[in-house]
Protein backbone atom coordinates (compact mmCIF):
# COMPACT_ATOMS: atom_id res chain seq x y z
CA UNK A 1 0.00 0.00 0.00
CA UNK A 2 0.82 3.41 -1.04
CA UNK A 3 0.28 7.14 -0.26
CA UNK A 4 -3.20 7.78 1.53
CA UNK A 5 -5.73 5.26 1.96
CA UNK A 6 -9.21 5.60 3.00
CA UNK A 7 -12.04 3.52 3.68
CA UNK A 8 -14.59 2.54 2.87
CA UNK A 9 -15.03 4.12 -0.55
CA UNK A 10 -18.82 4.59 0.23
CA UNK A 11 -20.82 4.49 3.11
CA UNK A 12 -24.63 4.94 3.37
CA UNK A 13 -25.94 5.28 6.85
CA UNK A 14 -29.16 6.41 8.80
CA UNK A 15 -29.37 9.50 11.08
CA UNK A 16 -29.14 7.19 13.88
CA UNK A 17 -26.38 4.87 13.01
CA UNK A 18 -22.87 5.27 14.15
CA UNK A 19 -20.31 4.21 12.09
CA UNK A 20 -16.30 5.69 11.68
CA UNK A 21 -14.30 6.42 8.39
CA UNK A 22 -10.77 5.15 8.71
CA UNK A 23 -7.59 7.36 7.33
CA UNK A 24 -3.75 4.98 6.93
CA UNK A 25 -0.78 7.29 5.63
CA UNK A 26 2.15 5.19 4.51
CA UNK A 27 4.29 8.13 3.70
CA UNK A 28 5.98 8.54 6.87
CA UNK A 29 4.12 11.72 7.42
CA UNK A 30 3.27 13.54 11.28
CA UNK A 31 0.43 15.70 10.58
CA UNK A 32 -2.91 14.28 9.23
CA UNK A 33 -6.07 16.49 8.67
CA UNK A 34 -9.76 15.86 7.43
CA UNK A 35 -11.31 17.76 4.97
CA UNK A 36 -15.07 17.97 3.58
CA UNK A 37 -16.21 18.12 -0.19
CA UNK A 38 -20.13 19.26 -0.34
CA UNK A 39 -21.59 19.85 -3.78
CA UNK A 40 -20.86 23.12 -5.05
CA UNK A 41 -19.15 24.44 -2.16
CA UNK A 42 -15.28 24.55 -1.54
CA UNK A 43 -13.15 22.16 0.55
CA UNK A 44 -13.85 22.37 3.94
CA UNK A 45 -11.05 21.97 6.69
CA UNK A 46 -12.39 20.12 9.41
CA UNK A 47 -9.83 18.81 12.01
CA UNK A 48 -5.79 19.05 11.88
CA UNK A 49 -3.45 16.30 13.99
CA UNK A 50 -0.03 17.20 14.59
CA UNK A 51 2.33 14.35 15.84
CA UNK A 52 -0.94 12.84 17.54
CA UNK A 53 -2.14 16.27 19.14
CA UNK A 54 -5.41 17.62 17.51
CA UNK A 55 -3.77 21.07 16.58
CA UNK A 56 -7.34 22.28 14.70
CA UNK A 57 -11.10 21.84 15.15
CA UNK A 58 -12.94 24.46 12.87
CA UNK A 59 -16.00 24.84 14.14
CA UNK A 60 -17.29 20.87 13.65
CA UNK A 61 -20.16 20.17 15.22
CA UNK A 62 -19.73 17.01 18.27
CA UNK A 63 -21.65 14.74 16.31
CA UNK A 64 -18.04 14.46 14.01
CA UNK A 65 -15.48 13.00 16.28
CA UNK A 66 -12.07 12.46 14.63
CA UNK A 67 -9.13 10.34 16.65
CA UNK A 68 -5.50 9.47 15.83
CA UNK A 69 -4.00 6.60 17.90
CA UNK A 70 -0.84 7.20 15.90
CA UNK A 71 0.68 9.22 13.07
CA UNK A 72 0.20 7.15 10.77
CA UNK A 73 -3.73 6.19 11.05
CA UNK A 74 -6.43 8.87 11.33
CA UNK A 75 -10.86 7.41 12.60
CA UNK A 76 -13.62 10.00 11.81
CA UNK A 77 -16.36 9.03 14.31
CA UNK A 78 -19.79 9.55 13.13
CA UNK A 79 -23.15 9.68 15.05
CA UNK A 80 -26.58 10.83 14.60
CA UNK A 81 -25.42 12.73 11.24
CA UNK A 82 -28.21 14.55 9.97
CA UNK A 83 -28.72 14.72 5.27
CA UNK A 84 -26.77 18.13 5.06
CA UNK A 85 -23.66 16.02 6.35
CA UNK A 86 -24.15 14.04 3.38
CA UNK A 87 -20.44 15.11 1.54
CA UNK A 88 -17.02 13.74 0.28
CA UNK A 89 -14.78 13.15 3.48
CA UNK A 90 -11.00 13.49 2.12
CA UNK A 91 -8.17 12.87 4.50
CA UNK A 92 -4.54 14.28 4.10
CA UNK A 93 -1.57 14.36 5.41
CA UNK A 94 1.78 16.46 5.19
CA UNK A 95 5.44 16.15 6.82
CA UNK A 96 4.83 18.88 9.24
CA UNK A 97 2.62 22.10 9.18
CA UNK A 98 3.34 25.11 7.77
CA UNK A 99 3.56 25.05 3.61
CA UNK A 100 4.33 21.36 3.33
CA UNK A 101 2.35 19.59 0.81
CA UNK A 102 -1.00 18.02 1.35
CA UNK A 103 -1.32 14.44 -0.03
CA UNK A 104 -4.99 13.16 -0.28
CA UNK A 105 -6.85 9.79 -0.25
CA UNK A 106 -9.32 9.20 -2.65
CA UNK A 107 -12.14 10.11 0.31
CA UNK A 108 -15.38 8.25 1.43
CA UNK A 109 -18.86 9.44 -0.05
CA UNK A 110 -20.83 9.21 2.77
CA UNK A 111 -24.38 9.28 2.36
CA UNK A 112 -26.97 10.28 5.12
CA UNK A 113 -30.85 9.04 4.76
CA UNK B 1 -13.85 35.14 6.89
CA UNK B 2 -10.75 34.79 5.15
CA UNK B 3 -11.94 33.47 1.17
CA UNK B 4 -10.69 32.61 -1.80
CA UNK B 5 -12.89 33.14 -5.03
CA UNK B 6 -12.48 31.23 -9.00
CA UNK B 7 -14.66 31.43 -11.48
CA UNK B 8 -16.59 27.83 -11.58
CA UNK B 9 -16.29 27.85 -15.49
CA UNK B 10 -16.18 25.38 -17.15
CA UNK B 11 -13.71 26.94 -19.10
CA UNK B 12 -13.38 25.30 -22.46
CA UNK B 13 -10.03 25.70 -24.44
CA UNK B 14 -9.01 24.18 -27.44
CA UNK B 15 -6.18 21.30 -27.52
CA UNK B 16 -3.23 23.00 -27.91
CA UNK B 17 -4.18 26.49 -26.62
CA UNK B 18 -3.35 28.17 -23.28
CA UNK B 19 -5.85 27.95 -20.38
CA UNK B 20 -5.87 30.98 -18.07
CA UNK B 21 -7.17 30.19 -14.48
CA UNK B 22 -7.76 33.14 -11.88
CA UNK B 23 -7.99 32.99 -8.31
CA UNK B 24 -8.66 35.86 -5.84
CA UNK B 25 -8.24 36.06 -2.35
CA UNK B 26 -8.95 38.22 0.94
CA UNK B 27 -6.82 38.34 3.44
CA UNK B 28 -3.31 40.66 2.14
CA UNK B 29 -1.61 39.04 4.53
CA UNK B 30 -1.90 35.75 2.89
CA UNK B 31 1.56 34.40 2.29
CA UNK B 32 1.54 30.69 0.50
CA UNK B 33 -0.44 29.79 -2.95
CA UNK B 34 -1.33 26.48 -4.23
CA UNK B 35 -2.68 24.82 -7.38
CA UNK B 36 -4.35 21.43 -7.00
CA UNK B 37 -5.48 19.19 -9.76
CA UNK B 38 -8.92 17.24 -9.08
CA UNK B 39 -9.65 14.54 -11.53
CA UNK B 40 -13.43 13.85 -11.32
CA UNK B 41 -14.04 11.55 -8.46
CA UNK B 42 -10.48 11.72 -7.52
CA UNK B 43 -8.76 13.43 -5.11
CA UNK B 44 -6.71 16.91 -5.42
CA UNK B 45 -3.21 17.09 -6.45
CA UNK B 46 -0.72 19.44 -5.75
CA UNK B 47 0.39 20.73 -9.01
CA UNK B 48 2.43 24.12 -8.12
CA UNK B 49 3.00 26.38 -5.28
CA UNK B 50 4.25 29.83 -5.24
CA UNK B 51 4.98 32.01 -2.20
CA UNK B 52 6.52 35.26 -3.67
CA UNK B 53 5.73 37.79 -6.53
CA UNK B 54 5.88 36.97 -9.77
CA UNK B 55 5.58 33.96 -11.77
CA UNK B 56 6.82 30.55 -11.36
CA UNK B 57 7.06 27.66 -14.13
CA UNK B 58 7.05 24.07 -13.54
CA UNK B 59 6.73 22.15 -17.18
CA UNK B 60 3.23 22.74 -19.34
CA UNK B 61 2.43 25.25 -15.94
CA UNK B 62 3.10 28.81 -14.73
CA UNK B 63 1.98 30.18 -11.61
CA UNK B 64 1.35 33.92 -11.25
CA UNK B 65 1.29 36.13 -8.32
CA UNK B 66 0.70 39.36 -7.56
CA UNK B 67 0.20 40.75 -3.96
CA UNK B 68 -0.99 44.02 -3.96
CA UNK B 69 -3.86 42.48 -6.10
CA UNK B 70 -4.63 40.02 -4.57
CA UNK B 71 -4.74 37.37 -7.43
CA UNK B 72 -2.87 34.36 -8.17
CA UNK B 73 -2.78 32.70 -11.88
CA UNK B 74 -2.82 29.01 -13.36
CA UNK B 75 -1.55 29.24 -17.11
CA UNK B 76 -1.84 26.08 -19.18
CA UNK B 77 0.42 25.68 -21.83
CA UNK B 78 -0.32 23.36 -25.03
CA UNK B 79 -3.70 21.90 -23.29
CA UNK B 80 -3.89 18.34 -23.11
CA UNK B 81 -7.30 16.64 -23.00
CA UNK B 82 -5.70 15.07 -19.84
CA UNK B 83 -5.77 18.63 -18.39
CA UNK B 84 -9.28 18.49 -18.63
CA UNK B 85 -10.19 18.34 -14.88
CA UNK B 86 -11.05 20.89 -12.35
CA UNK B 87 -8.52 23.22 -10.78
CA UNK B 88 -8.52 24.44 -7.12
CA UNK B 89 -6.86 27.46 -6.01
CA UNK B 90 -5.73 27.23 -1.80
CA UNK B 91 -4.25 29.79 0.13
CA UNK B 92 -2.47 29.94 3.59
CA UNK B 93 -2.96 32.64 5.83
CA UNK B 94 -1.13 31.45 8.21
CA UNK B 95 1.75 29.28 7.61
CA UNK B 96 2.77 29.45 11.19
CA UNK B 97 0.01 28.92 12.80
CA UNK B 98 -0.36 25.41 10.65
CA UNK B 99 -1.10 24.23 7.13
CA UNK B 100 -4.12 24.62 7.82
CA UNK B 101 -5.47 25.86 3.72
CA UNK B 102 -8.68 27.60 2.75
CA UNK B 103 -9.31 26.09 -0.95
CA UNK B 104 -11.78 28.35 -3.42
CA UNK B 105 -14.95 26.41 -5.17
CA UNK B 106 -12.63 25.55 -8.19
CA UNK B 107 -12.72 26.03 -11.69
CA UNK B 108 -13.57 23.36 -14.22
CA UNK B 109 -11.19 23.04 -16.99
CA UNK B 110 -12.40 21.42 -20.64
CA UNK B 111 -9.82 20.73 -23.26
CA UNK B 112 -11.83 19.87 -26.91
CA UNK B 113 -9.66 17.86 -29.10
Known amino acids: ETGVTQTPRHLVMGMTNKKSLKCEQH?????MYWYKQSAKKPLELMFV???????ENNSVPSRFSPECPNSSHLFLHLHTLQPEDSALYLC????????????FGNGTRLTVT | QKEVEQNSGPLSVPEGAIASLNCTYS??????FFWYRQYSGKSPELIMS????GDKEDGRFTAQLNKASQYVSLLIRDSQPSDSATYLC?????????????FGGGTRVLVKP
Open chain 2, 27 to 32: DRGSQS
Open chain 1, 49 to 55: YSLEERV
Open chain 2, 90 to 102: AVNYDKAAGNKLT
Open chain 1, 92 to 103: ASSQGLGDSPLH
Open chain 1, 27 to 31: LGHNA
Open chain 2, 50 to 53: IYSN
